[in-house]
T-cell receptor, first 112, second 112 residues
Framework: GQQLNQSPQSMFIQEGEDVSMNCTSS?????WLWYKQDPGEGPVLLIALYKAGELTSNGRLTAQFGITRKDSFLNISASIPSDVGIYFC????????????FGKGITLSVRP | NAGVMQNPRHLVRRRGQEARLRCSPM?????VYWYRQLPEEGLKFMVY????????ESGMPKERFSAEFPKEGPSILRIQQVVRGDSAAYFCASSPTDQPQHFGDGTRLSIL
């Protein structure tokens, strides 16, 4: 089946630093979404991208839909302790009938 | 504006029993999706429903699992004769059209 690749599994940064996360696929995706999940809770939508090349911001978060439609990245600027959590990319590939395919997630730790 | 509501938040069942998981979508959302998450994994699609219709059930096991979204009331994911391998977090998402999907906080199912 279709897969989204996120690596590394964990990232450790200092408060105030910027961090970038990448998500790649061997297949073309028509929609890319980024979610954050805290322990014991459901994923919360951060940013949705619908067009190749689209660059969208949400506060300190910026995400881009890759031109090849096979990748997306999420940038977090000036990280704060509450940015800690698991960041998932998700996408819809052609013919997927709206169902989301998720990456395995990246666990972000922020040192004060 | 209430979000996606799932209940129960935690459910414990013995092997062979039935599990019923409920999901009330956000107000105005007619599309419902169920996903399953194992520890340290991303979410895996199970089924996509609109009112009274199953649109895509390609991710749902053929046996023991069923889902419905009646005209009135919540969507139900039903697992009959549960086995240990059914232990997971089950998440429901809803959307007004086909995107973007907003998630509930999940039901954590434990099988004894």
């Amino acid at each position: 089946g279709q897969q989204l690749n996120q690596s590394p599994q964990s990232m450790f940064i200092q408060e105030g630093e910027d961090v970038s996360m990448n998500c790649t696929s061997s297949s073309i995706f028509n929609t890319w979404l980024w979610y954050k999940q805290d322990p014991g809770e459901g994923p919360v939508l951060l940013i949705a991208l619908y067009k190749a090349g689209e660059l969208t911001s949400n506060g300190r978060l910026t995400a881009q839909f890759g031109i090849t439609r096979k990748d997306s990245f999420l940038n977090i600027s000036a990280s704060i302790p509450s940015d800690v959590g698991i960041y998932f990319c998700a996408g819809i590939y052609t013919g997927a009938n709206s169902k989301l395919t998720f990456g395995k997630g990246i666990t972000l730790s922020v040192r004060p | 504006n209430a979000g996606v509501m799932q209940n129960p938040r935690h459910l414990v069942r013995r092997r062979g029993q039935e599990a019923r998981l409920r999901c009330s979508p956000m107000k105005g959302h007619s599309h419902v999706y169920w996903y399953r998450q194992l520890p340290e994994e991303g979410l895996k699609f199970m089924v996509y429903l609109q009112k009274e219709n199953i649109i895509d059930e390609s991710g749902m096991p053929k046996e023991r699992f069923s889902a419905e979204f009646p005209k009135e009331g919540p969507s139900i994911l039903r697992i009959q004769q549960v086995v240990r391998g059914d232990s997971a977090a089950y998440f429901c998402a809803s959307s007004p059209t086909d995107q973007p999907q907003h998630f509930g906080d999940g039901t954590r199912l434990s099988i004894l």
